[in-house]
């Protein structure tokens, strides 16, 4: 019977620090796995019937802003249509939304907003 010279198998790779032939050891540099989170945009729309004040309240209340701010970012959503009140982690942003409808049922106005994933 002829046996022909092959090669011991070596064995299976495994992951982890490689080692060369002196014995000492590499470390890899392995890519960022973590990406920042998505971030949200909260924007409102315009509508014919929310009074302008009330919409600035709510933009002071719910997004922190002062009144001068408040008054040239719902100046803006009644101009162009629409305008971004903040960005914020998912939850957040959903939270706020949120609060925005609660505020505007209850006092009986038709202001919509919603929350957008940016980039
Ligand atoms: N357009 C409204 C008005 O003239 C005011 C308004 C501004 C409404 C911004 C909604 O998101 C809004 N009374």
New binding site residues.
């Given amino acids: 019977m002829i046996f022909m010279v092959t090669k011991p198998p070596s064995p299976p790779s495994v992951p982890g620090p490689a080692q060369d032939d002196g014995g000492s050891v590499v470390l890899e540099r392995r890519p960022e796995k973590t990406l920042p989170p998505q971030m949200y945009q909260v924007v409102?729309?315009?509508?014919?019937?929310?009074?302008?004040e009330?919409?600035i309240v709510?933009l002071q209340e719910f997004f922190n802003k002062d009144r001068e701010t408040a008054t040239q970012?719902?100046?803006k959503?009644?101009l162009d249509g629409?305008?971004i009140c903040g960005v914020y982690s998912r939850d957040v942003a959903a939270t706020k939304v949120d609060q925005v409808l609660d505020a505007a049922l209850r006092a009986g106005?038709p202001?919509?907003?919603v929350s957008e994933p940016i980039e």
């Fill in positions: 409102m729309l315009n509508d014919d019937y929310t009074p302008m009330f919409v709510v970012i719902m100046l959503i009644h629409k305008g106005h202001l919509q907003c």
